[in-house]
């Protein structure tokens, strides 16, 4: 069982996700970094802590679903059980959902169902909300539709532009994703453990 993590830009929820998980030696590690973005930071980060990356640029593909079939042998050799979208700007396609129903997570800047897609900080913002937040959520064919795992809520003060909420909101899923994620690896290791020995 082992994690991949799949990230389109900056790569600070990756870097944070790897560190936590060497830090607290998780029992699924993070083995694989799959990129959509050839040159996107996040490779750097990948390359200096000793994540081997992949990228993949979707627009090389015929389909998405020869895109992601790329992608799904990767994930295979590296016996990837779970995948994490860390910025992950892309919609995940029936290929890998059906290849790892529940098994696909993503982070979001806003409290879901409020400010899907892409800029959810500016959204916020641009509604003059006084709270916003993070989700944790599962994956599905939607954009930012799956089921919710987790949230926090983050306040907006009168001052706040677009620099600080991100900031702040950076600050919360820093904390909350690598909690939930191993969270629910490590569940579903110790779940298998119970019924391997209760089984032999
Ligand atoms: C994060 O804030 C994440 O919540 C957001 O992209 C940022 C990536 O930052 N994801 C989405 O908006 C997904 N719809 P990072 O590259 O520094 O981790």
């Known amino acids: 069982m082992t994690i991949a993590v799949f990230a389109s830009g900056s790569g600070t929820n990756f ?3 790897v560190q936590v998980s060497r830090e607290e030696r998780w029992l699924v590690p993070i083995v694989v970094l799959i990129c959509d973005q050839p040159g996107a930071h996040v490779l750097k980060r990948a390359d200096r802590l000793g994540v081997p990356s992949y990228v993949f ?6 389909t998405k679903a020869a895109y992601e079939q790329a992608v799904y042998d990767v994930l295979r050799r590296h016996d990837v ?3 994490v979208l860390a910025g992950y700007m892309r919609l995940v396609g029936p290929t890998l959902l059906d290849a790892y129903p529940n098994r696909i997570v993503n982070i979001h800047p ?5 400010f899907p897609g892409k800029n959810a900080v500016g959204q916020a913002l641009a509604h003059g909300v006084k709270v916003t937040g993070v989700t944790v959520h599962f994956v ?5 539709t799956g ?3 987790a949230q926090r809520a983050v306040d907006v003060s009168e001052t706040e532009d677009e620099h600080s909420l991100t900031a702040k909101i950076q600050a919360v899923e820093h904390e909350l994703y690598p909690h939930i994620v191993r969270q629910l690896t490590e569940e579903e290791t110790t779940k298998s453990d ?5 089984v032999t």
Request: aromatic share 6%; net charge negative; no cysteine.
């Open 140 to 144: 599905d064919e939607g954009m930012d």
């Open 110 to 114: 806003s409290l879901l169902p409020a």
């Open 81 to 83: 059980t779970w995948i």
């Open 57 to 62: 640029s979707p627009k090389a593909f015929e």
């Open 15 to 17: 870097e944070r996700l």
């Open 147 to 149: 089921s919710i795992i």
């Open 194 to 198: 119970i019924v391997e020995r209760a």
